[in-house]
């Protein structure tokens, strides 16, 4: 799509809904929210980037590959799983830590990291898909 409009508010709606994404997915344990719903608001906003401008440029602004998003996203979901068993619990049981941070205190635990890795999971997914479908588009035109 060739609108000058549509370019410059997918660059500013891309930070808006990356940010409104995070704040999905560390408000979802005891809220609506977590990872899924995060990693859909952050494939929509690179899917409106793909659309303003088209799929080579958003591979381009992609730090690496959709594939390589998928393995982090398994990786972390099956780490925080296999944590627990380290410490002689049966699998996927939540492992807390408190972490001091410029002053916070804060509460971290396994079932965040299952939701970081489900976050780039679908997001990861939700790519390939939409990349697919897009070079196909552009392939008839």
């Known amino acids: 799509m060739n609108?000058?409009?549509l370019r410059t508010a997918s660059r500013f709606l891309l930070i808006l809904l990356f940010q409104?994404?995070?704040f999905l997915l560390?408000?979802?344990?005891?809220?609506?929210?977590?990872?899924?719903?995060?990693g859909l608001v952050l494939a929509a906003a690179l899917t409106l980037y793909a659309i303003a401008y088209d799929v080579r440029s958003m591979r381009r602004f992609l730090p690496c590959r959709a594939q390589t998003i998928i393995a982090w996203g398994l990786l972390a979901a099956a780490g925080s799983g296999v944590w627990s068993m380290f410490k002689g619990q049966p699998f996927m049981t939540g492992q807390w830590a408190h972490v001091y941070f410029f002053g916070l205190d804060l509460h971290l635990g396994t079932p965040l990291l299952f939701?970081?890795?489900v976050y780039l999971t679908?997001?990861?997914?939700?790519?390939?898909?939409?990349m697919s479908l897009a070079e196909e588009v552009e392939e008839e035109d």
Do not use: M
């Open 3 to 5: 609108s000058l409009i």
């Open 20 to 22: 409104f994404s995070v």
């Open 26 to 38: 560390l408000r979802g344990h005891n809220d609506p929210g977590g990872g899924f719903v995060g």
């Open 115 to 117: 939701d970081i890795g």
């Open 122 to 130: 679908v997001v990861g997914v939700v790519l390939i898909v939409i």
